[in-house]
């Protein structure tokens, strides 16, 4: 049985054919240095030296970890071409309190760190800026030690060590020169072994923090 062409079937198939050919036409006459849909320009077209302002909560992954605390950290990035940067951070972590000890005590944790800092910001077509960075440096921990019923403080111990922290966050670009975003750090501290308070974590002391962040672009 041989199918008869109808007038409706021409339509459709010139339709189509029109569509293809303008589709081709777009991509083989388009010029491929346009940039016509790329919204913002990373570092350091944005600024070439980026502050980052970072606040959120903390907390530990040891087997005994207390209550969550505040996290908060400030640096400075020069970033000498799009995508690597170096600079300097310096925060504070409290991630743990009131954690017993066997003895009857509780101990709080917190550390101040000052870090030399490597990051990396992804070139995008969007307002949206995934990064990456690194911190190597210097930790001071403090460890404090409270009667359980009384809380009165029994000890307080101060622990300088080399301490790291690895990241990874988004930024959404609100305005040409400003950024909002989240980041999430994991953080290692050395410990010293002959400081008792520090027994059973190991030879390092494992914490994380997740932050919201404001950055501020400047040329």
């Known amino acids: 049985m041989t199918k008869t062409t109808t007038k409706n079937d021409k339509t459709l198939s010139s339709s189509v054919l029109g569509a293809t050919a303008l589709i081709l036409s777009i991509v083989f006459l388009t010029p491929k240095t346009s940039d016509a849909i790329v919204r913002v320009k990373v570092a350091p077209e944005v600024g070439r030296h980026v502050f980052q302002l970072d606040a959120g909560g903390t907390g530990s992954f040891e087997d005994f970890a207390g ?5 908060w950290s400030a640096g400075w990035t020069y970033h000498a071409d799009n995508v690597l940067g170096l600079g300097v951070t310096v925060g504070n972590n409290a991630p743990e309190s009131d954690v017993f000890t066997s003895v009857g005590t509780l101990l709080d944790f917190q550390y101040t760190y000052v870090t030399a800092t490597v990051h990396v910001r992804a070139p995008t077509r969007s307002a ?3 990064h990456l960075q690194a911190g190597f440096g210097y930790y001071n921990l403090n460890i404090d030690e409270f009667d359980r019923l009384t809380r009165v403080q029994l000890l307080s111990i101060d622990d300088n ?21 989240a980041i999430a750090n994991y953080h290692f501290v050395s410990l010293d072994q002959n400081i008792p308070q520090t027994q059973g974590l190991g030879e390092w002391y494992n914490t994380w923090d997740i932050k919201a962040v404001l950055s501020i672009y400047t040329r």
Do not use: E, N, V
């Not at 060590?161 to 975003?181: E, Q, V």
């Open 67 to 71: 209550d969550q605390g505040f996290s």
């Open 128 to 130: 949206f800026i995934p």
């Open 161 to 181: 060590k080399f301490g790291m922290f690895f990241g990874f966050g988004l930024d959404y670009l609100i305005a040409p020169h400003l950024s909002i975003g």
